[in-house]
């Protein structure tokens, strides 16, 4: 039984991350196809690459995005909170998907852990210990921050960047930050990768250890390849509903505040990644730095209705993704 849940586990994670490549791939090519930097087929295959490149890197931060995360139950009960999770977070991404919602793979996965820990715990079971400090500071406080910063640098870093064009033609500024735009998305799709490719790693990792097939912080070298793996066929595939309402519905950028907004987004997935070792939702940093360098223009960019829905969506996550991983671990409790 032990076998058939982890290996139940391995095949839900390997969705999980198809789903995250395709939902997210947006986040990476939506302004560089809807200012024309890219066609459609350069723009995914583009995502693709450099968010398996990210995610291949990411395996060196993975074991230290699994430790902050909570201890997990050994045997039967760990791996059926795990699988409850993945699939609640799975379910709820694709629904905002059809609705054409970005939203953060990261914070339905762990709330939807959450939520698996408390059903367990309702029925008696062991729970995973430490995850309220790890919805806390894993979900919480960066679902409040990130966006709030990466809005505040895409408005300011529009600054710079139009005091440096001030003697150049519109047309040729146009020219040369769509150029740079390919080069954003690229970093972008990168960042994505770094960031995302933990999730998926840390829980395959942590399946492992509570089927007893590897020791903690022992990274199978099949791992990375795994994720990075799904995570580009899921890129590759592409989903343009999400990326219709980035580059269409949500706000107008022309070519050179795109290039503000990308580059502002990469960054602090760098950062956040690799100097703070904290999770950053790749769709909260880019739609909010987005929103950020369209509010510094004279025109009335945003479309606030659209904002407003997606700020529910937000919110919305990670009480509806409680609830079903709850639902979900209880369902499955028969298998512990």
């Not at 960019?301 to 409680?322: D, E, F, M, S, Y």
Request: hydrophobic share 55%; aromatic share 8%.
């Amino acid at each position: 039984m032990v076998t058939a849940l982890l290996m139940a586990v391995i095949v839900t994670a390997a969705i999980f991350a198809f789903l995250n490549g395709f939902r997210d791939a947006s986040t990476a090519v939506a302004l560089s196809v809807r200012n024309r930097a890219l066609t459609p087929s350069i723009a995914i295959i583009l995502a693709g690459v450099f968010n398996c490149l990210g995610a291949l890197a990411s395996a060196v931060l993975a074991a230290t995005f699994a430790d902050k995360l909570f201890t997990m139950p050994p045997g039967r009960n760990g791996l059926v909170l795990l699988l409850a999770g993945l699939i609640a977070a799975s379910l709820w991404g694709i629904y905002l998907w059809w609705r054409g919602f970005p939203s953060s793979s990261t914070h339905a996965l762990i709330s939807a852990l959450v939520g698996a820990s408390m059903g367990s715990a309702a029925i008696g079971h062991p729970p995973l210990d430490g995850i309220n400090t790890t919805l806390l500071t894993l979900v919480l406080l960066p679902m409040l921050v990130s966006p709030l910063v990466a809005f505040v640098l895409g408005f300011v870093a529009v600054y710079p960047t139009s005091w440096m064009a001030r003697y150049t033609a519109p047309s040729q500024v146009n020219r040369r930050t769509r150029q740079l735009q390919a080069v954003a998305g690229a970093a972008v799709a990168f960042g994505h990768g770094l960031q995302d490719g933990q999730r998926t790693t840390a829980v395959v990792l942590l399946a492992l250890v509570a089927a007893g097939a590897s020791g903690a912080g022992s990274i199978p070298v099949w791992l990375p390849i795994f994720t990075a793996g799904m995570l580009t066929v899921g890129t590759l595939f592409g989903g343009w509903r999400i990326s219709y309402t980035l580059g269409h519905r949500l706000v107008r950028l022309d070519p050179m505040r795109g290039f503000v907004a990308q580059i502002v987004a990469a960054g602090l997935l760098f950062v956040g990644a690799i100097g703070l070792h904290m999770p950053l939702s790749t769709t909260h940093t880019v739609t909010a730095a987005i929103v950020g360098a369209g509010a510094n223009q004279r025109f009335t960019a945003t479309n606030g209705r659209i904002l407003a829905r997606i700020a529910v969506a937000w919110l919305a996550t990670p009480l509806a993704c409680v609830l079903l991983g709850a639902v979900f671990f209880l369902a499955l409790s028969p298998l512990t």
